[in-house]
């Protein structure tokens, strides 16, 4: 779909030593402080220059949301166009999707292979890859009239039609189906999509890894893998109230893969909350971390088992490649904030966010709206398909 022209060799060269770079940045943290070593990174982080290369449909999808996400205003007599910062755009998911450290590609091992044909049978072996994909945008919300995006407005309004006619008599008070009002703050809808963008995101990125390996991303853009509107059990919790008991014992024998915990802020570990129940309900009183927890059950749901929830797999590629797990918990895949914008892309990390708690409480990036946005990436690691798997390291 997507056939743009950029320096080849450029961006080669960029791709094949950002990993070692980065590695020698000594930013163990998760934040993206400093990228000037990515010159390549800078000049392509604009999705705009990849107009009018030949795709209509690519520029008119990118023309319509830069229209939806500005606002013209009159200053001095005189109309201005600025940016509008409540919503969340394709640049925006651009800009946070092509950062080289975050894909952290490397060389893992590799695979071992049994390769039959008709009077031989040989071993072959192929090099093992991993990286980390933008897989996918997670909106976080109160309103279904007043959602964080405007690409994903369809999706949204297919869903609250969905949800109106088969759940909206069941929903409860505090999780009602448009819960706008301050005593559900604690509720949060969520809508998982595929990120609209992964194509072109494959098409630049994975397309010059490839010379060596790359996992393609298994998302279909646009794609609704999970949407709290037609998910009653987002809202009632029945099989999670179910295994309260087991989510009970695991905080106990298991707590660094269900309690979420900031040791950053506080030796002792400030608590952001947990990943169960998997649930809309959070009971952290900060509107971002409870967003952000919301946002990572979702994650959660889309790539592991989900019990009776109502969602749609986010699987893997199928073009000839051996795939190795790639799911979403507290110790796999990354995350990005895209709104707020003040926020957006400083950190490329596992949950919670560095910098949000603190002793006094939080310093947590606010939108009046209340409306959050993630990026949610998945962590890859393939070998390119030669025969029949019987191994590797």
């Not at 080849?8 to 020698?24: C, D, E, G, S, Y």
């Not at 269900?258 to 030796?267: L, S, T």
């Not at 006094?360 to 962590?379: C, H, I, L």
Request: aromatic share 12%; net charge neutral.
């Amino acid at each position: 779909m997507f056939n743009f022209k950029i320096n080849a060799i450029a961006l080669v060269i960029t791709l094949f030593t950002a990993p070692v770079m980065a590695a020698n940045n000594n930013n163990n943290s998760g934040v993206d402080t400093d990228n000037s070593y990515f010159p390549v990174q800078d000049r392509y982080s604009d999705v705009n220059q990849f107009i009018g290369q030949g795709d209509n449909s690519f520029d008119a999808m990118i023309a319509e949301d830069n229209k939806a996400n500005t606002i013209v205003t009159t200053v001095g007599g005189k109309k201005v166009t600025l940016k509008n910062d409540s919503k969340s755009s394709l640049a925006d998911d651009w800009k946070a999707g092509f950062d080289l450290q975050c894909v952290d590609w490397k060389i893992t091992g590799g695979c071992i292979w049994l390769k039959f044909e008709i009077f031989s049978v040989s071993v072959k072996t192929s090099l093992k890859v991993s990286h980390y994909s933008p897989d996918a945008i997670v909106e976080v919300f109160h309103d279904i009239n007043n959602t964080p995006t405007s690409y994903a407005k369809l999706n949204n309004k297919v869903a609250k039609s969905l949800g109106n006619s088969l759940f909206s008599k069941v929903a409860l008070k505090g999780n009602k189906m448009n819960n706008n009002d301050s005593e559900g703050d604690g509720f949060h809808d969520v809508h998982v999509m595929g990120n609209p963008l992964i194509t072109m995101h494959d098409s630049i990125i994975g397309t010059m890894y490839n010379q060596i390996g790359y996992c393609d991303s298994g998302a279909t853009p646009f794609k609704t893998y999970m949407h709290s509107f037609t998910d009653i059990e987002w809202r009632l919790g029945i099989w999670e109230t179910v295994n309260a008991f087991r989510y009970a014992y695991m905080s106990i024998t298991d707590k660094a893969s269900v309690q979420i915990n900031d040791y950053d802020a506080n030796p002792a570990g400030a608590l952001w909350g947990s990943l169960y129940p998997r649930i809309g309900t959070t009971e952290n009183p900060s509107p971002f971390i409870g967003a952000a927890i919301s946002a990572l059950r979702a994650g959660v749901l889309v790539t592991n088992s989900s019990g009776i929830h109502t969602v749609m797999k986010m699987g893997r590629s199928t073009d000839g490649k051996q795939f190795f797990d790639n799911k979403v918990d507290l110790q796999n895949g990354k995350w990005k904030v895209l709104l707020p914008k003040k926020f957006a892309g400083e950190q490329c990390t596992t949950m919670p966010f560095s910098g949000v708690s603190n002793y006094a409480g939080t310093n947590e990036p606010k939108t009046d709206s209340r409306n959050y946005v993630f990026q949610m990436w998945r962590k890859y690691v393939c070998c390119e398909r030669k025969g029949a798997y019987i191994g590797g390291w």
